[in-house]
């Protein structure tokens, strides 16, 4: 038996889960069904589960009946009197029932987050209309593309290596795959919110944090679309070098504060030049404005053939790991070029477990940051063009030649 507090805990929860679908279905300029409706609606569902467990197992299917041939009712009305032929008001009726239900069955949490849901997807209408307005076929099909990746194949593909070498992790490939095209997603969103000339720095710093060469891609892969953004996307990969280098050193003092003080100067040095470089950075031809076609949202071959590079350099990593304190300076260069910031955990943690020494830690990590930095040149080149990876190679190569000064000097003066 459900206690007096319980009781009025339910009743109190499933009316306000009717009643704000029922807000939004009032804001219509045809209503057949409002707020008191909806609460109401709502409230039987879960009565009826409370019913249903004092011993009157049929209610539920009698109430939920009954709700259905309330809702043809109103679709009647809204047909003949109100000329309106949609169906929206009549499924959201009906779900309601079921969210009452579930709030009698005490699961409050669920059905509030349901509710939202339904409230959400209801008051979407104008922006949605405008989104399927506005895609081609193409795009959708992209976007279906992407949510058989992210939502169908990763939950349920092996969480394994499975080739020979047991190098290659199908949910980490796919991982890399769908982090590529969301960070090409941001990228679209916010040449629409910003325009192309705050938009893609601004996506490069933020991408920077997660991952600089897959954001490299997903800039160079623009440049495909519309030469003339060069300028901007050349800033974009600048601000995103400059951020994974920062990023680099904060990943290093999380595992290890020793290997971060030794790697402080020379990854410092790089980050100084690489800024100076975007902040000096001007282009000969930057027009206040360009008409960019930023379609393909969800482009999934720019992420696949990024996910190609990342197999290929991870195969070269494993086969040179455990050879010699030189193959440990290759690795950590080809490491840069997956993910920098992998790499520097890695060998951190080398270090604060005492699988390596400092000096050779901190200089791993310094030169897989390198690594990365050059390896924006090459993505630019396979990505976007030959003329972009042309423009982002002085740049690149001035930071590069830093780095290793400064490592030199490191060594020579031995702190």
């Given amino acids: 038996m459900v206690g007096q507090y319980e009781f009025l805990e339910v009743l109190l929860i499933s009316a306000a889960v009717g009643g704000l679908v029922g807000i939004e279905r009032e804001m219509k300029v045809k209503v057949v069904a409002g707020v ?11 009565f009826s589960i409370i019913l249903s467990d004092a011993g009157h197992e049929a209610i539920p299917t009698v109430a939920f009946v009954g709700v259905v041939l309330v809702a043809l009712l109103m679709g009647v009305v809204k047909h003949f009197k109100l000329a309106d032929v949609g169906v929206t008001t009549l499924v959201a009726y009906m779900i309601t029932f079921l969210l009452g239900a579930m709030v009698g069955k005490g699961l409050f949490l669920e ?26 076929h193409k795009e959708i099909i ?14 349920v593909v092996p969480d394994r290596t499975i080739d020979p070498l047991g190098v290659i992790n199908p949910k980490i490939l796919l991982m890399v795959t769908i982090i590529v095209t969301s960070i090409g997603f941001a990228g679209y969103i916010a040449m629409k919110k910003v ?13 920077g944090l997660f991952n600089s060469e897959a954001t490299t891609g997903a800039l160079a892969a623009r440049t495909k679309e519309c030469r003339d953004i060069y300028p ?19 990943v290093a003092s999380a595992v290890s504060l020793a ?6 100067y020379p990854q410092l040095l790089m980050v100084l030049v690489s800024l100076l470089y975007f902040l000096l950075y001007r282009s000969d031809k930057e027009p206040a404005k360009i008409d960019i076609p930023v379609a393909m949202p969800f482009a999934i071959t720019p992420a696949l053939i990024f996910a190609s590079m990342f197999v290929v350099v991870s195969w070269g990593v494993n086969f040179l790991k455990d050879y010699s304190v030189t193959s440990i300076y290759i690795t950590a260069l080809l490491g840069g070029l997956v993910s920098s910031a992998a790499t520097t955990a890695s060998l951190a943690s080398l270090y604060a477990t005492g699988n390596l020494d400092l000096g050779s830690a901190a200089v791993a ?6 690594g990365s930095t050059l390896n924006k040149v090459t993505i630019s080149w396979i990505m976007g063009s030959k003329g972009l990876s042309m423009k982002l190679l002085p740049p690149m190569v001035i930071v590069a030649v830093v780095g290793v000064f400064a490592l030199v000097l490191k060594i020579l003066w031995g702190s």
Avoid: H
């Fill in 232 to 250: 901007a996307v050349m800033k974009g990969i600048l601000l995103t070098n400059s951020v994974m280098l920062l990023r680099n050193l904060i």
């Fill in 195 to 207: 325009g192309y000339l705050y938009g893609l720095p601004l996506l490069g710093a933020l991408g």
């Fill in 365 to 370: 990590c310094v030169v897989s940051a390198i």
């Fill in 111 to 136: 059905a509030i987050a349901g509710s939202l849901a339904v409230t959400g997807l209801l008051a979407s209408k104008v922006y949605s209309r405008k989104i399927s307005e506005t895609l081609t």
């Fill in 36 to 46: 008191r409706t909806f609460s109401l609606t709502s409230i039987l569902g879960a």
């Fill in 142 to 155: 992209n976007a279906l593309q992407f949510g058989i990746i992210a939502f169908v194949l990763y939950p």
């Fill in 259 to 264: 290997v971060f003080k030794a790697m402080l």
